[in-house]
């Protein structure tokens, strides 16, 4: 995911007012999370990261912020345990092998080394037992997992817990199985967020742009920020 995507989820969210809870999926090595909390001084960050390798760096990054909570689970769309793919660079892993059908919009060197079983949680068994009312700001990394996510927080997106959503989606395959961003549009749609903007990623040597950048936000966000400016003239 790109810092100007993050970044802009962060100075929206901050237009709703105070920032208290955040949620960072896919946390990777911790440098989403350490803008976040210094950007928001009064939020607690919570981090969810599956990954041993990434998951070292990124307790080390964040050792000295008390407002930061690391969790070492994969945010899926059940609670228990699942494998997980540990790609030849961290930020390629994912909870789905590299794709292997079809054209291939990847470098052949960036495919997985590795598979480990780890803990899933979801989004709704997470925040009812943190009692966790309201999330300001998600950010969802989480390599073609997306829609894993939040099929684990239909009730929580059904109660329009997250105001804000930043989330990375594929245009064409590059995970095997994994859904696309019109699969993710689609499924949060159905429960009244729409897409506040689009920051495109790389295009491939064809010419086709293979992923990018979503910014949803809640029904009732768009309704008390957005709309609350005036309309075009």
């Known amino acids: 995911m790109s810092n100007a995507a993050w970044e802009a989820a962060a100075e929206l969210a901050a237009r709703g007012g105070a920032v208290s809870t955040i949620f960072d999926i896919g946390g990777n090595r911790g ?40 969790h070492p689970v994969a945010v899926s769309s059940s609670d228990g345990t699942t494998t997980f793919h540990q790609g030849a660079r961290d930020d390629v892993s994912s909870l789905y092998p590299r794709n292997s059908t079809g054209h291939r919009y990847f470098r052949a060197d960036l495919d997985m080394k590795a598979t480990t079983e780890v803990e899933t949680a979801s989004l709704d068994t997470f925040c009812a037992e943190q009692n966790i009312a309201s999330v300001q700001l998600m950010k969802i990394d989480v390599q073609g997992g997306e829609l894993e996510v939040l099929l684990g927080g239909q009730n929580r997106l059904a109660a329009n817990t ?19 961003l019109d699969e993710v549009y689609s499924f949060v749609s159905g429960y009244g967020y729409t897409a506040y903007d ?18 949803y936000v809640s029904a009732p966000f768009r309704e008390r920020v957005l709309n609350a400016v005036p309309s075009e003239l």
């Open 162 to 180: 997250f105001d804000v959503i930043v989330a990375e989606g594929f245009l064409v395959p590059h995970y095997e199985s994994a859904p696309l």
């Open 198 to 215: 689009l920051f495109k990623g790389p295009t491939a040597t064809n010419g086709q742009l293979r992923f990018c950048d979503m910014i």
């Open 31 to 70: 440098r989403a999370a350490e803008f976040l909390l210094h950007r928001f001084p009064d939020a607690m960050v919570h981090c969810f990261e599956p990954n041993p390798e990434a998951l070292a760096q990124l307790r080390t990054k964040l050792q000295q912020h008390d407002r930061a909570r690391i």
